[in-house]
């Protein structure tokens, strides 16, 4: 039992460090834990304990820097629009603790419909995979048509879509951090360089925003069928359900975390009943549990749960200290060091095809700021490569 919590301790504590440092992703601590702890002699369900709190934890810490430095992960990437918006206006840490409700309710609802999952998943899977492409294919278009400068936002989305494809295509390593740290990251903070905006004073709150019933109920419908095919996430459920419910930005903050949270655990899940892989956490997983067994379910639902609650307090002390950060030094020099950061760590993860991506990437994701167009429309990186595969495989 004291090795479990010890290793419950150190995931958290390790996933709030990778989650507050901007571009760093808990699949590399993961895969270094998984090709280490043999010779360390390590138990594996110590192990499980700490891969789970480090993810969660790391998946909902990272909200922070996406918000309030316009860095994001491959998790929150779509967070970092509404929510440096809102930091703009004053409301970073508000933000922030929207974030932190989405991926609450997303992980204890995760937790709750897991055991329907595992019933009525496998029965459904391959109806599903027929009709997603066109779902898909259809938000693609109505997030184009929905422009007024259609015609841009169709140029925008197919370079978008062709970029994302090549980049599947092409051996490149960690080939999501070259492409989104470039389309919404990179780009994003070299336009708050050329503007230079003075950050207002913040509100420091306790969080009073409603988020409407029916906002809440899409996301937790429409994000268990995003969770086990392969090239669907987060992304794709946050992006279809905002163009079903029109979200204001602090709608689609929740929506964004919530879906998040969802994905995540949700694919252990699916590791369970399909015996397949969605993310780096269910990769680990299937490495260190040869067979799932309701033992190895309630550990994980245990530790889920408590990782949860921890973080949930912890998370409001980190968000006003990175506030207070942000507001005592010139908002222009931490958007310069958070872009070296970006830049450093993606250089880094990648190789060579990879940094081609990345510069690409940041010029077209700088282009779509420029032109006035949404940068949903950058979302064609990843619903293209998705339709291609469910059409041709």
């Not at 958290?12 to 993961?30: Q, R």
């Not at 997303?106 to 492409?133: D, E």
């Not at 990782?307 to 006003?320: D, E, K, Q």
Request: with cysteine; net charge positive; glycine share 6%.
């Amino acid at each position: 039992m004291l090795e479990l919590l010890l290793a419950l301790v150190l995931g958290i504590t390790l996933g709030t460090l990778t989650g507050l440092t901007p571009g760093l992703h808990t699949n590399l601590v993961t895969a270094l834990l998984i090709t280490s702890y043999p010779a360390l002699g390590l138990a594996p369900e110590p192990a499980i304990v700490f891969i789970t709190a480090l993810a969660l934890t790391h998946l909902i810490i990272d909200y922070i820097p996406s918000i309030l430095l316009g860095a994001p992960d491959e998790d929150s990437f779509l967070a970092t629009l509404p929510g440096h918006e809102l930091l703009l206006k004053g409301q970073g840490y508000t933000a922030t603790l929207l974030a932190r409700q989405g991926a609450t309710h997303g992980t204890l609802i995760a937790l709750l419909i897991s055991p329907l999952f595992l019933i009525f998943i496998p029965k459904i899977q391959a109806l599903i995979q027929i009709i997603l492409p066109y779902l898909l294919l259809f938000i693609l278009l109505l997030i184009i048509f929905r422009e007024t400068l259609w015609h841009e936002a169709l140029i925008i989305a197919t370079l978008a879509g062709l970029l994302g494809s090549l980049t599947f295509s092409l051996p490149i390593k960690e080939p999501l951090v070259p492409l989104l740290s470039g389309l919404f990251g990179l780009a994003g903070l070299l336009t708050s360089l050329k503007t230079n905006p003075a950050l207002p004073p913040q509100t420091i709150q306790p969080l009073k925003e409603y988020i409407p019933f029916t906002t809440k109920f899409l996301a937790w419908i429409i994000t268990p069928f995003c969770s086990f095919l392969p090239g669907i996430g987060s992304g794709h459920a946050a992006t279809i359900i905002a163009e079903k419910v029109k979200p204001s930005s602090k709608e689609f903050l929740y929506i964004t975390s919530c879906t998040g949270s969802m994905v995540l655990v949700l694919s252990i899940t699916t590791l369970i009943a399909l015996n397949k892989t969605r993310s780096g956490l269910a990769a680990a997983l299937d490495i260190l549990i040869p067979s799932f067994t309701t033992q190895s379910y309630i550990i994980l639902s245990i530790t889920l749960l408590l990782t949860l609650a921890l973080t949930y307090l912890l998370f409001p002390l980190l968000s006003r200290l990175m506030l207070l950060l942000i507001t005592k030094v010139p908002y222009k020099a931490v958007t310069l060091a958070t872009s070296f950061i970006l830049i450093a760590i993606t250089l880094a993860l990648t190789n060579l095809p990879g940094i081609f991506v990345f510069i690409t990437a940041t010029l077209l994701g700088y282009c779509t700021i420029q032109s006035g167009i949404r940068r949903i429309n950058l979302m064609a990186a990843l619903i293209v490569p998705a339709i291609t595969y469910y059409l041709f495989n």
